[in-house]
């Protein structure tokens, strides 16, 4: 079956406005997924592997971390990306199982195994106010891993969504740090998936927030997980 170059939300005008190209996906649906160790060290490749992060709550899937390098190496450096994405995957797992009240104990411990360095003092201030220059060092460039670690900051801190948001304007890639926030802000506090224009306007923010969320009820509200998902969306 080929299936047409279209995003999966490309039928709600929300996202209509925000569209991407999928092609890789496209591509990866009709020949089946290989390594090709794309060159690309960014944020897209993380992204693209969030949804996965489904498979921890299902015993028969197959293994996550082939998975994630897998979606990665579509477009990416999996030596740069492959780390992190699987560590984001894990984190989105444990913090959509981990009652609320658990959820930054998850994220500080699960980040000294991130990819970056000097991990320790990115979390000095963890659970206390923003501060911005310290999230500007955290995320000294658009490279996955820092914007795992600027995300990851911003989710241990006591920030309202507007203003995470607006902090995450503050980095060297904004979007994607908006996004990995958002996503685990999203899993530790459930809160509602954001439909309105103010976060429209970055768009991984949206699509992660709705697709993870989506991915986690199919998964444990399905006798058939693996089928339902690669019904209703064809990537899988």
Same mark, same amino acid.
């Given at each position: 079956?080929?299936?047409?170059?279209?995003?999966?939300?490309?039928?709600?005008?929300l996202?209509?406005?925000?569209?991407?190209?999928?092609r890789a996906?496209?591509? %990866?649906?009709?020949?089946?997924?290989k390594?090709?160790?794309?060159?690309?060290k960014g944020? !897209?490749?993380l992204?693209?592997?969030?949804?996965? @992060?489904?498979l921890? &709550? /299902?015993p028969t899937?197959?293994?996550?971390?082939?998975?994630?390098?897998l979606?990665?190496?579509l477009? !990416?450096?999996? !030596?740069?990306?492959?780390?992190?994405?699987?560590?984001? @995957?894990?984190?989105?797992?444990?913090?959509?199982?981990?009652?609320?009240?658990?959820?930054l104990?998850?994220?500080?411990? &699960?980040?000294s195994?991130?990819?970056?360095?000097?991990?320790?003092? $990115?979390?000095t201030?963890?659970?206390?106010?923003?501060?911005?220059?310290?999230?500007?060092?955290?995320?000294?460039?658009g490279?996955?891993?820092?914007?795992?670690?600027?995300?990851? $900051?911003?989710?241990? @801190?006591?920030?309202?969504?507007d203003? %995470?948001?607006?902090?995450?304007?503050?980095? %060297?890639?904004?979007?994607?740090?908006?996004?990995?926030?958002?996503?685990?802000?999203?899993?530790?506090t459930?809160?509602?998936?954001?439909?309105?224009?103010?976060? %429209?306007?970055?768009? $991984?923010?949206w699509? /992660?927030?709705?697709?993870?969320?989506?991915?986690?009820?199919?998964?444990?509200?399905?006798?058939?997980?693996?089928?339902?998902?690669?019904?209703? $969306?064809?990537g899988?």
């Amino acid at each position: 079956m080929q299936l047409e170059p279209r995003p999966w939300f490309a039928a709600n005008p929300l996202f209509q406005k925000r569209r991407g190209n999928p092609r890789a996906t496209v591509e %990866a649906v009709n020949d089946g997924l290989k390594y090709f160790g794309g060159t690309s060290k960014g944020v !897209h490749g993380l992204l693209r592997a969030a949804p996965l @992060c489904a498979l921890a &709550l /299902i015993p028969t899937a197959d293994d996550l971390k082939e998975m994630v390098s897998l979606s990665v190496s579509l477009t !990416h450096d999996t !030596h740069y990306v492959a780390h992190p994405a699987i560590i984001f @995957c894990q984190l989105l797992a444990r913090l959509a199982t981990s009652p609320t009240t658990e959820c930054l104990d998850v994220i500080v411990n &699960l980040f000294s195994e991130a990819p970056v360095t000097k991990v320790d003092d $990115y979390f000095t201030t963890a659970g206390g106010e923003v501060d911005l220059d310290h999230l500007r060092a955290v995320a000294a460039n658009g490279r996955a891993h820092r914007v795992l670690a600027a995300g990851m $900051y911003l989710a241990t @801190c006591d920030a309202e969504l507007d203003g %995470a948001m607006g902090f995450a304007g503050e980095t %060297a890639d904004g979007d994607g740090v908006a996004a990995v926030a958002g996503a685990l802000i999203g899993a530790s506090t459930g809160v509602t998936p954001w439909m309105d224009e103010q976060f %429209a306007k970055h768009e $991984y923010v949206w699509q /992660i927030e709705v697709l993870v969320r989506d991915l986690f009820v199919v998964a444990l509200t399905t006798d058939d997980p693996l089928v339902a998902m690669a019904v209703r $969306y064809p990537g899988w």
